[in-house]
């Protein structure tokens, strides 16, 4: 986008028309203090009149009433008392007084009074003094070259060139104001009113790089913002009808199987120590159920909150994983479900959080261990590619439908068939897995899923 400023083109376009506007004025002032020069008469006059001029002079001075008779204009002369010596003008009588100032005067009266004549007026001078005065009636075609028609036109264009201008100026300034200015402001209204009613869909369309334009763009960046901020309060309102929609169920039953054992054991149903022993088992697993749960509610908390820590350390994988796989083959196998670990773990180094990594791996096996049957099996494997190390986790289980595989890593969400077969769990532990492994650079999904089983891969980067 050109840069584009619309204080600068109103600027420039009110200063043209105050330019325009005083132009008119002193140009039509000039006109009208010098109208009696309206037409450039005087030097061609002079010219005519010159000869005809010397020969009264020396006719005056001859003290020889006989003036020039033959001219091609009418001609006056008078003394300097106004008396008319001479005249071939019928406004003028021989031997009459006229008045000085209006025989002399410079002006169009003679072109108003007498239409095609120029008056002109010239002093008499004999042995450099004054002893009279001349005027000569000359026709307009004689003086002027041009016609007077066409002079007051030439004179006249400027003004309508200049008034034209302004008249373009201001049509401009209304289409400057009107897409600049008018326009864009309707379409703030327009936002601004439906976001007052809760419609963050309307988008201004305005991409001039103007003070109008960053205005608009910081106007649509900030109901973007308002948008997701209101998505994100319908998702957390959502959320938080999921969670306790999950929590009512996932809490209910450790609880009444809680209540039912205590009840048993107070109502003196079981009496022999076994008994109670085994009440008291069944009672403690349920509240490490329950405790379970909280602390995965508690993580995901932290996750929702971005407050989750994880601290990047650099060390070599080997190792590291040989722990978590012992770990992990003690638990799989006390469930009697047969595990398959690796022929080799590479020996990477890698940057990453080694509890929250543990945290990871211990989730996704224990996922596989809810699903599976005792006669199943849980394998992992290790697999280098690109920039990433790969873990798979694959088990013999009860599988994912293709419709809930999309949903898996979501918050809360557990598939029809786990909450119909009773199989515990939050439905927060892949959501929280996700977060730890993306907040690693690396990325986590199902690879595969069927009535035999699943696959589920993260790849942490190296």
Same mark, same amino acid.
């Given at each position: 986008?050109?840069?584009?400023?619309?204080? @600068?083109?109103?600027?420039?376009?009110?200063?043209?028309?105050?330019?325009?506007?005083?132009?008119?004025?002193?140009?039509?002032?000039? !006109?009208?203090?010098?109208?009696?020069?309206?037409?450039?008469?005087?030097?061609?006059?002079?010219?005519?009149?010159?000869?005809?001029?010397?020969?009264?002079?020396? $006719?005056?001075?001859?003290?020889?009433?006989?003036?020039?008779?033959?001219?091609?204009?009418?001609?006056?002369? !008078?003394?300097?008392?106004?008396?008319?010596?001479?005249?071939?003008?019928?406004?003028?009588?021989?031997?009459?007084?006229?008045?000085?100032?209006?025989?002399?005067?410079?002006?169009?009266?003679?072109?108003?009074?007498?239409?095609?004549?120029?008056?002109?007026?010239?002093?008499?001078?004999?042995?450099?003094?004054?002893?009279?005065?001349?005027?000569? @009636?000359?026709?307009?075609?004689?003086?002027?070259?041009?016609?007077?028609?066409?002079?007051?036109?030439?004179?006249?264009?400027?003004?309508?060139?200049?008034?034209?201008?302004?008249?373009?100026?201001?049509?401009?300034?209304?289409?400057?104001?009107?897409?600049?200015?008018?326009?864009?402001?309707?379409?703030?209204?327009?936002?601004?009113?439906?976001?007052?009613?809760?419609?963050?869909?309307?988008?201004?369309?305005?991409?001039?790089?103007?003070?109008?334009?960053?205005?608009?763009?910081?106007?649509?960046?900030?109901?973007?913002?308002?948008?997701?901020?209101?998505?994100?309060?319908?998702?957390?309102?959502?959320?938080?009808?999921?969670?306790?929609?999950?929590?009512?169920?996932?809490?209910k039953t450790p609880l009444t199987a809680i209540h039912?054992?205590?009840?048993g054991i107070k109502d003196g149903i079981v009496k022999?120590?076994?008994?109670?022993?085994?009440?008291?088992?069944?009672?403690?697993?349920?509240?490490?159920?329950?405790?379970? @749960?909280?602390?995965?509610?508690?993580?995901?908390?932290?996750?929702?909150?971005?407050?989750?820590?994880?601290?990047?350390?650099?060390?070599?994988?080997?190792?590291?994983?040989?722990?978590?796989?012992?770990? @992990?083959?003690?638990?799989?196998?006390?469930?009697?479900?047969?595990?398959?670990?690796?022929?080799?773990?590479?020996?990477?180094?890698?940057?990453?959080?080694?509890?929250?990594?543990?945290?990871?791996?211990?989730?996704?096996?224990?996922?596989?261990?809810?699903?599976?049957?005792?006669?199943?099996s849980i394998s992992i494997y290790f697999e280098k590619?690109?920039?990433?190390?790969?873990?798979?986790?694959?088990?013999?289980?009860?599988?994912?439908?293709?419709?809930?595989?999309?949903?898996?890593?979501?918050?809360?969400?557990?598939?029809?068939?786990?909450?119909?077969?009773?199989?515990?769990?939050?439905?927060?532990?892949?959501?929280?897995?996700?977060? !730890?492994?993306?907040?690693?650079?690396?990325?986590?999904?199902? $690879?595969?899923?069927?009535?035999?089983?699943?696959?589920?891969?993260?790849?942490?980067?190296?």
């Amino acid at each position: 986008m050109n840069k584009q400023s619309i204080t @600068l083109k109103i600027k420039v376009i009110t200063l043209s028309v105050i330019i325009l506007v005083a132009f008119v004025i002193i140009y039509s002032s000039n !006109i009208i203090y010098n109208k009696n020069n309206f037409y450039p008469t005087v030097n061609k006059a002079r010219l005519l009149t010159n000869s005809l001029k010397i020969s009264v002079e020396e $006719v005056l001075e001859s003290n020889n009433s006989k003036f020039p008779l033959k001219t091609d204009f009418p001609y006056a002369v !008078i003394d300097l008392n106004g008396k008319v010596l001479y005249s071939s003008i019928s406004a003028y009588k021989k031997d009459v007084v006229v008045n000085l100032n209006e025989f002399m005067d410079y002006d169009n009266k003679a072109s108003v009074q007498l239409p095609g004549l120029i008056k002109y007026t010239t002093p008499l001078i004999i042995n450099s003094a004054q002893v009279g005065a001349a005027i000569f @009636l000359i026709p307009k075609e004689d003086v002027l070259s041009i016609s007077p028609k066409v002079v007051t036109f030439i004179d006249v264009i400027p003004i309508v060139i200049s008034l034209f201008s302004i008249i373009i100026l201001i049509i401009l300034t209304y289409i400057l104001l009107k897409k600049d200015i008018l326009l864009p402001l309707a379409s703030l209204n327009e936002s601004a009113r439906r976001i007052l009613n809760g419609d963050f869909s309307y988008e201004i369309h305005y991409d001039y790089d103007t003070e109008m334009g960053l205005f608009c763009h910081d106007f649509e960046a900030m109901r973007d913002e308002l948008k997701f901020s209101k998505e994100k309060e319908i998702s957390i309102k959502v959320s938080e009808k999921e969670l306790l929609a999950c929590l009512s169920h996932d809490i209910k039953t450790p609880l009444t199987a809680i209540h039912g054992y205590v009840s048993g054991i107070k109502d003196g149903i079981v009496k022999d120590k076994v008994g109670i022993e085994k009440y008291c088992t069944i009672i403690l697993n349920r509240v490490k159920m329950l405790s379970k @749960l909280l602390e995965d509610i508690l993580e995901h908390s932290k996750a929702e909150l971005n407050k989750m820590n994880i601290s990047l350390v650099e060390f070599y994988c080997g190792d590291f994983f040989k722990d978590i796989l012992d770990d @992990l083959s003690v638990e799989i196998t006390s469930k009697k479900i047969r595990f398959i670990s690796p022929d080799k773990i590479p020996n990477l180094l890698i940057n990453a959080d080694k509890k929250r990594l543990s945290q990871v791996m211990y989730n996704l096996v224990s996922n596989s261990i809810k699903y599976s049957k005792e006669d199943g099996s849980i394998s992992i494997y290790f697999e280098k590619t690109g920039k990433y190390l790969n873990v798979y986790i694959k088990d013999t289980g009860i599988g994912i439908s293709t419709a809930d595989i999309p949903f898996i890593f979501s918050k809360f969400y557990r598939a029809e068939k786990c909450r119909n077969q009773n199989i515990p769990g939050s439905g927060l532990g892949l959501s929280i897995s996700k977060y !730890i492994v993306e907040a690693h650079g690396g990325f986590i999904n199902c $690879v595969e899923s069927s009535l035999n089983g699943t696959i589920i891969c993260f790849g942490i980067p190296i």
